[in-house]
């Protein structure tokens, strides 16, 4: 089972990039996905998720209004559309999915979500 990330890169404030996540080795149309972030000596952070179905998106604060999360089942695939970056929003962005979408959402998720993939590096030049 694998999850792979794309589509990160460098990008000037108020530029925009779309992350995708393509999942292999079995389907995960019946789980929960998200994202979550990680910079530099910091923790990896929530950023968003959505239900199986697509139902129910949940975003970090800092993200509301910004980003976008958006999935296609028929493709095992996630994707983050990501607008008006900031160069706070400068971290390594990590792709996971888990059979609840509660414990995707849970703080404790970086180590107890069953699946993640390598990341993707986002940089956002001020």
């Known amino acids: 089972v694998q999850l792979v990330e794309s589509g990160g890169g460098l990008v000037q404030a108020g530029g925009s990039l779309r992350l995708s996540c393509a999942a292999s080795?079995?389907?995960?149309?019946?789980?929960?996905m998200g994202w979550f972030r990680q910079a530099p000596g910091k923790e990896r952070e929530f950023v968003a998720a959505m239900s199986w179905g697509g139902t129910s998106t949940y975003y970090a604060d800092s993200v509301k209004g910004r980003f976008t999360i958006s999935r296609d089942n028929a493709k095992n695939s996630v994707y983050l559309q990501m607008n008006s970056l900031e160069p706070e929003d400068t971290a390594v962005y990590y792709c996971?999915?888990?059979?609840?979408?509660?414990?995707?959402?849970?703080?404790?998720?970086?180590?107890?979500?069953?699946?993640w993939g390598q990341g993707t590096q986002v940089t956002v030049s001020s």
């Open positions: 996971a999915a888990d059979t609840f979408l509660g414990r995707l959402r849970d703080s404790s998720c970086p180590r107890s979500c069953d699946y």
């Open positions: 080795g079995r389907t995960f149309s019946r789980d929960a």
